[in-house]
């Protein structure tokens, strides 16, 4: 079991920048895929990006690629969410989830870990 802990959200004007951290417990963050989810309100929580369990591969959302870029670094127990050129249609609660049946899917249901959730704000 890990649990995840969401860090870096706030308010920042559009064409702004954030970075958001997840740090996980335990010493088997390594076997995990990663992936950061997001909830705007009254909208299905929805796939933005995913990390294999080595960094090696990843893959996007077509509604921020070329904008967010995903990382990792095991030897610190945490995944990075470098968020730039932001839009007002990013607002949304951002969640970390970790997937440990290697399943590298973009449903919800296939995370079997959630960090509580950061707020992200963007003003136009």
């Known amino acids: 079991q890990v649990q995840l802990v969401e860090s870096g959200g706030g308010l920042v004007q559009a064409g702004g920048s954030l970075r958001l951290s997840c740090a996980a417990s335990?010493?088997?963050?390594?076997?995990?895929?990663m992936g950061w989810f997001r909830q705007a309100p009254g909208k299905e929580r929805e796939f933005v990006v995913g990390?294999?369990?080595?960094?090696?591969?990843?893959h996007y959302a077509d509604a921020v690629k070329g904008r967010f870029t995903i990382s990792r670094d095991n030897a610190k127990n945490t995944v990075y969410l470098q968020m730039n050129s932001l839009k007002a249609e990013d607002t949304a609660v951002y969640y970390c989830?970790?997937?440990?049946?290697?399943?590298?899917?973009?449903?919800?249901?296939?995370?079997?870990?959630w960090g509580q959730g950061t707020q992200v704000t963007v003003s136009s």
């Open positions: 335990g010493r088997s963050f390594s076997r995990y895929d």
């Open positions: 990390i294999s369990k080595s960094g090696g591969s990843k």
């Open positions: 989830a970790a997937d440990a049946r290697l399943r590298w899917g973009v449903s919800a249901t296939e995370y079997d870990y």
